[in-house]
T-cell receptor, first 115, second 112 residues
Framework: EAGVAQSPRYKIIEKRQSVAFWCNPI?????LYWYQQILGQGPKLLIQ????????DSQLPKDRFSAERLKGVDSTLKIQPAKLEDSAVYLC?????????????FGPGTRLTVL | AQSVTQLGSHVSVSEGALVLLRCNYS??????LFWYVQYPNQGLQLLLK??????LVKGINGFEAEFKKSETSFHLTKPSAHMSDAAEYFC??????????FGAGTILRVKS
């Protein structure tokens, strides 16, 4: 079974530039998560999708971050414009469902460096 | 609101020694609790989880954890450390299996 795929693995941009990350969850998984992991901290949820609807985006900085999950499969996370403090690893995870005992499977992450 | 505190950002043990990584949580509802491991440049891998039932949970690679409600703890242990256990470990709490709230992580170093 293929795992969660993410691209690119690494990205370096200058502040005020835009960047987009892509995630392809495990086939059949209805729930998709984006987490931000700043160096030295644990991952923090940015947004949760159930199929193509948003369940929780309370910690997403909506003035600069946006995310979509068209057709309820893969997803993109965009930052526009980027700030220095956005330097982090962006992890995508998926699970069969968003509640209950279903395990979240994580992708390898995209490491973003903002200069 | 839920939160997780991991005591000790770095833990160092000798190969063959006991591994003990500490986790305390706060939750207003019965928690689901998780331990994840992260190797360099990789995503998180689930070690074990507690949802309901038996409070002593066994996971992969010889790890286990015990849910202690009275102490609001979910410490991770392994009787004998192996070099391959060197990684960063994250404790997480969840309401009903929904979004995960993670601790800051503990980096485990295993000395030969």
């Amino acid at each position: 079974e293929a795992g969660v795929a993410q691209s690119p693995r690494y990205k370096i941009i200058e502040k005020r530039q835009s960047v987009a990350f892509w995630c392809n969850p495990i086939s059949g998984h209805a729930t998709l998560y984006w987490y931000q992991q700043i160096l030295g901290q644990g991952p923090k949820l940015l947004i949760q999708f159930q199929n193509n609807g948003v369940v929780d985006d309370s910690q997403l900085p909506k003035d600069r971050f946006s995310a979509e999950r068209l057709k309820g499969v893969d997803s993109t996370l965009k930052i526009q414009p980027a700030k220095l403090e956005d330097s982090a690893v962006y992890l995508c995870a998926s699970s069969l469902e968003g509640r209950g005992t279903y395990e979240q499977f994580f992708g390898p992450g995209t490491r973003l460096t903002v200069l | 609101a839920q939160s997780v505190t991991q005591l000790g950002s770095h833990v160092s043990v000798s190969e063959g020694a006991l591994v003990l990584l500490r986790c305390n949580y706060s939750s207003s509802v019965p928690p689901y609790l998780f331990w994840y491991v992260q190797y360099p440049n990789q995503g998180l891998q689930l070690l074990l989880k507690y949802t309901t039932g038996a409070t002593l949970v066994k996971g992969i690679n010889g790890f286990e954890a015990e849910f202690k409600k009275s102490e609001t703890s979910f410490h991770l242990t392994k009787p004998s450390a192996h070099m391959s256990d060197a990684a960063e470990y994250f404790c997480a709490v969840s309401e009903y299996g929904n979004k995960l709230v993670f601790g800051a992580g503990t980096i485990l170093r295993v000395k030969s």
